[in-house]
């Protein structure tokens, strides 16, 4: 846990294709470092030697947890977020946390106003377009609308959504969503 209160974390959250990764940018490019969950996740399947594919991906998030516990990334990304205290940074941003049990745990390691949750939103037809046209493995909208379910009954995504501090509608412009952004860091002094 940590004991500076002087810092400040902000968690994006949201379904696949809702547009935090465009948020994540906007932070990421004003030079604010970030702790990267699925990272943690792609990190150990190399380690294991398992071929990155949304299928294996898939299967791993689950494995993982079954093996380790429900909370394996989150402890990872707290190590990594110690880490990145210990060398004097003083805001961070979480990039993807998934679950209920990792937004309690990381509720409990940074009290009070340390840790502030955003969630990205859209509809879901404008989110499954997003994902079959993405560069970087891109989905149709019967394994988009699979991974979602997988997401909300297995990983328990919905609950950092709906427990989120603060809301972006991502169902317009880039410049919409770093407008939103923007407001958000500005009222809670990030």
Not at 128 to 140: A, G
Not at 149 to 157: F, L, Q, R
Request: proline share 4%.
């Amino acid at each position: 846990m940590s004991e500076t209160k002087d810092v400040k974390l902000i968690a994006i959250v949201g379904m696949a294709g809702s547009g935090k990764s465009v948020a994540i940018d906007y932070l990421t490019d004003r030079g604010i470092p970030k702790s990267y969950f699925g990272g943690m996740n792609l990190k150990e399947m190399t380690k294991r030697g398992i071929e990155i594919t949304p299928e294996n991906e898939q299967i791993f998030r689950k494995q993982i947890r079954e093996e380790e516990g429900n909370d394996w990334v989150v402890r990872q990304v707290i190590a990594e977020v110690n880490d990145l205290i210990a060398a004097g940074q003083k805001r961070i941003v979480l990039d993807g946390l998934y679950s209920w049990t990792e937004y309690k745990i990381l509720k409990k390691s940074f009290p009070g106003k340390q840790l502030t949750v955003v969630a990205v939103v859209c509809p879901r037809n404008l989110r499954y377009e997003r994902l079959s046209v993405r560069p970087v493995r891109p989905l149709d909208s019967e394994a988009a609308r699979s991974r979602d379910y997988h997401e909300i009954e297995t990983i328990e995504k919905g609950g950092p959504i709906a427990m989120a501090d603060y809301y972006i509608m991502n169902d317009s412009t880039i410049d919409n969503l770093h407008s939103q952004l923007k407001s958000i860091l500005q009222t809670i002094n990030f």
